[in-house]
């Protein structure tokens, strides 16, 4: 099948060489987002946020790294105008505002930990151009490095807010826990998310659930090193819950799975009386148009092509990606037989919407 001819229409020779200029600008972003998450991963920022003009030899050593990489790195640094650079004593330096976005000391705020997800995308590009061919997805069986990528994510806001910012959400939820309650995560990954709240509440009871027998085993290996022993962690189908909990959590997953509207009936059916459902997900619309201006709307956009989407329809699953925005994630929750769903936003954490849905 030939390709169609193109449209003749006017050609605005400014127009073009300033959209010229935006592609340069991407590809040049691009590249320095990978050398920004070799940053993170090796703790280059860290070292560097904490000593004074260093040269890329002295960098090399506090940071146990090559030297020739640190200095070609630091190049890139430079250029990319991230590190400052004084040429006459050879020094570069992690101006305070910048480490304020790119340490681990910046918590929520350090956007240097998200760049490793354009890495994961770029190892099964060629895998999902194959899916834009023949149909189908990418198994989550590809993406090894996906649940430790998002069990640091989700550390960073969760350690800092899930306790004093998340839970309160929930009108009386941090005394009901504090009394002794019964809680299941779904999608729990490495099970971060339960461990932090069975360590603020060791009267209640913690169950996470996840498809995932690497993420499970994971989690059970943190909670043993935390000595803490009212969390448990299980394999298993989502849409398929068995026992009552007061309390059903779900943290960004929701959207990536293979039968959302399933899991959700499940979820209700496994909430007793007057028992709620705390749901995090992505910060979008479900309409097009209202992501025009999103600050993360080219991220959210690609994750979706090259995961959240593509590992839902490796399955035959749903494939929501950023279908699933609020206004489809309300919808949904209804159907699923919650009655009351109030959405809010939580400071520090500005990729997700929180969801309080209860059924009566």
């Known amino acids: 099948m030939s390709s169609p001819a193109p449209r003749r229409t006017p050609l605005d020779p400014a127009r073009r060489d300033a959209f010229a200029g935006d592609m340069a600008d991407v ?42 990489y640190v200095r070609e790195w630091l190049g890139g640094m430079v250029v990319g105008g991230i590190v ?3 040429p006459e004593t050879g020094t570069y330096t992690l101006p305070p505002e910048h480490a304020a976005s790119l340490t681990s000391a910046a918590g929520p705020d350090n956007l240097a930990g998200m760049m490793p997800y354009i890495a994961l995308m770029g190892e099964v590009e ?16 590809a993406y090894p ?3 430790a ?38 999608g729990t990954g490495h099970g971060h998310a339960p461990l932090v709240l069975a360590r603020a509440f060791p009267a209640s009871r ?19 090193r935390a000595g803490v022993g009212n969390v448990r962690h299980s ?27 399933e899991t959700l009936t499940a979820i209700a059916g496994a909430l007793r009386p007057g028992g709620t459902f705390l749901m995090c997900d992505i910060a979008a619309s479900s309409s097009l148009e209202k992501n025009i201006g999103h600050p993360f709307g080219p991220a959210l956009y690609g994750f979706s092509v090259f995961y959240c989407m593509t ?50």
């Open 27 to 68: 590809l040049n972003k691009g590249a320095l987002a990978l050398l920004v998450s070799v940053g993170h991963q090796s703790g280059l920022f860290d070292t560097l946020a904490g000593l004074p003009p260093v040269t890329g030899a002295d960098l090399a050593e506090a940071a146990d790294l090559d030297e020739r």
């Open 84 to 86: 400052e650079y004084e």
């Open 126 to 141: 060629q895998r999902v151009l194959r899916c834009f061919r023949e149909g189908g997805g990418v198994p989550y069986s």
């Open 145 to 147: 490095r996906f649940q």
């Open 149 to 186: 990528l998002q069990a640091e994510e989700t550390a960073r806001v969760y350690d800092q807010a899930l306790v004093s910012l998340i839970v309160p959400l929930v009108p009386g939820l941090p005394e009901r826990l504090a009394e002794g309650i019964d809680v299941l995560d779904v």
């Open 206 to 224: 913690f169950h996470g659930l996840d498809q995932s027998e690497a993420g499970i085993e994971a989690a059970r290996a943190e909670a043993a």
């Open 235 to 261: 394999v298993g189908d989502s849409t398929r819950i068995t026992g009552e909990y007061d309390l059903i959590t779900a943290f960004d997953v929701i959207h990536d799975l293979a039968r959302p509207a």
């Open 311 to 360: 590992t839902s329809l490796s399955t035959g699953g749903a494939g929501l990606g950023t279908v699933w925005g609020t206004e489809t994630a309300v919808r949904m929750l209804r159907e699923a037989g919650f009655r009351n769903v109030d959405v809010t936003s939580v400071e520090g954490d500005p990729i997700n919407v929180y969801y309080v849905a209860t059924k009566d």
